[in-house]
């Protein structure tokens, strides 16, 4: 298994920019999350999904875009970057929470972001 | 509201020395609570979790951590630092029926000395 990929690893935009961080899982994980690192403050969940077609709001969704057609793949969209959003960003996936005991979350290797 | 706080977002010891990180959560109802290590360049590795079956949990590379619900505490111990261990080190917690969000700690960088 390849475990959770993200793409690309490193990406500089320009303000005002688009573009969609790819995340992808082979293990059948019906959870899949987004989260942002910045330093001194840990990972903060942007938007997350518990099944195709099934996504929400994290703690900090503003100006990021998620859908969620098939099981495998969960892509981030930035609309129109800002340099507050450069960041490293990790995607993770896990089965899903069933209640009884909380499910390790797999995270992919990350992309780095830097919006100038 | 729910949150994490881990004290001192760099600690140094030396190899051979304890190792102890500290974590503590704010919750109204009983919490999971986890620690994830983070290599240079990587992403985060599971290390432990506790889920309510026992207040002492060991995890991968010798590392245990304890829960003590008086305490809202579940800080990270080593009894002996390895070089290999310096890394930032992140405390989670979770919650029933959440559907497997965390909340994460700011994250402690731990550097080993020779």
């Known amino acids: 298994n390849a475990g959770v990929t993200q793409t690309p690893k490193f990406q500089v935009l320009k303000t005002g920019q688009s573009m969609t961080l790819q995340c992808a899982q082979d293990?059948?994980?019906?959870?899949m999350s987004w989260y942002r690192q910045d330093p001194g403050m840990g990972l903060r969940l942007i938007h997350y999904?518990?099944?195709?077609?099934?996504?929400d709001q994290g703690e900090v969704p503003n100006g990021y875009n998620v859908s969620r057609s098939t099981t495998e793949d969960f892509p981030l969209r930035l609309l129109s970057a800002a340099p507050s959003q450069t960041s490293v960003y990790f995607c993770?996936?896990?089965?899903?929470?069933?209640?009884?005991?909380?499910?390790?979350?797999?995270f992919g290797p990350g992309t780095r972001l830097t919006v100038l | 509201a729910q949150s994490v706080t881990q004290l001192g977002s760099h600690v140094s010891v030396s190899e051979g020395a304890l190792v102890l990180l500290r974590c503590n959560y704010s919750?109204?109802?009983?919490?999971?609570l986890f620690w994830y290590v983070q290599y240079p360049n990587q992403g985060l590795q599971l290390l432990l979790k506790?889920?309510?079956?026992?207040?002492l949990v060991k995890g991968i590379n010798g590392f245990e951590a304890e829960f003590k619900k008086s305490e809202t505490s579940f800080h990270l111990t080593k009894p002996s630092a390895h070089m290999s261990d310096a890394a930032e080190y992140f405390c989670?917690?979770?919650?029933?029926?959440?559907?497997?969000?965390?909340?994460f700690g700011q994250g402690t960088e731990l550097s080993v000395k020779p």
């Open positions: 993770a996936s896990s089965f899903d929470f069933t209640g009884e005991s909380p499910h390790e979350q797999f």
């Open positions: 919750s109204s109802v009983p919490p999971y």
């Open positions: 989670a917690v979770s919650w029933y029926n959440q559907g497997g969000k965390l909340i």
């Open positions: 293990m059948n994980h019906e959870y």
């Open positions: 999904s518990v099944g195709a077609g099934i996504t």
């Open positions: 506790y889920t309510s079956a026992a207040t």
